[in-house]
């Protein structure tokens, strides 16, 4: 089986691994068939002023099965449009997902309560979801897990603080993912890491989190995978 690099804007350098690339709504016509991709609206682009049009045609690419999933999308405290802004528009793409019945991805800075407290509501309960990126502490590891969300970790695990190392222990192995998000490491240096972290072998979380690809996206692997 091939590492699954969960989230990756950088393909090329992982060349033997299963990787999603997530493509913003704005720029989906640069998009490449050789990869699993999802497609969304990052939280900084929220000030734009064709928001409106680009939550149209997001809900138009929502529905194409050339992407598995909705992504990324969120919530950011230091960047973007205000935050309740942030919500409205994320609160739209939820729909979207609900009616495409894909899952979403998630970019989230310093936003959790806000975020625990949308996707709680009855009618976003039941779509899959994901952090991208997680790098906070082991109390809002425990407190995502405990409501449903897997969690994916980057290349801060190579040289992960406790803290980090902490939450990584915190996640049940069915709800892990690993990226490197828009780094050049290569994927297998951070499964090293949380093997190393997790007294686990790299063939263990391999093995895992290929599962844990066709359960969150409701996919089985293709001739992008071989």
């Known amino acids: 089986m091939k590492l699954v690099n969960f989230h990756t804007h950088k393909p090329q350098f992982n060349s033997n691994s299963i990787c999603v690339v997530p493509y913003d709504v704005d720029s ?25 049009q680009w939550l149209g045609k997001l809900n138009e690419l929502a529905k194409q099965p050339d992407f598995i999933g909705i992504g990324e999308i969120g919530l950011d405290r230091l960047k973007g449009a205000p935050l309740k802004n942030q919500i409205d528009i994320f609160e739209k793409i939820l729909e ?10 998630i970019h989230c800075v310093r936003c959790w309560t806000e975020l625990i407290a949308i996707l709680s509501k009855s009618k976003y309960r ?46 049940p192995r069915n709800k892990l993912f690993l990226e490197t998000d828009d780094t050049e ?19 263990e979380l391999v093995s895992v989190t290929n599962q844990n690809l066709l359960t969150f996206f409701g996919i089985t692997l293709s001739d992008k995978s071989k």
Do not use: C
């Not at 490491?185 to 063939?203: G, N, R």
């Open 126 to 171: 039941g779509l899959p979801k994901a952090i991208h990126g997680f790098r906070a502490k082991a109390d809002v590891a425990k407190q995502l897990v405990d409501n449903g969300f897997y969690l994916s970790f980057g290349t801060a695990l190579i040289h992960a603080t406790p803290e980090l190392a902490e939450a990584l222990t915190l996640v």
């Open 28 to 52: 989906f016509n640069l998009y490449s068939s050789s990869h699993y991709k999802t497609i969304g609206l990052h939280p900084w682009k929220t000030e734009s002023s064709e928001i409106s």
């Open 185 to 203: 490491i290569p994927i297998y240096e951070v499964y090293d890491a949380a093997a190393d972290i997790l007294d686990s072998t790299i063939e």
């Open 96 to 105: 979207t997902a609900n009616e495409s019945k894909k899952p979403i991805i």
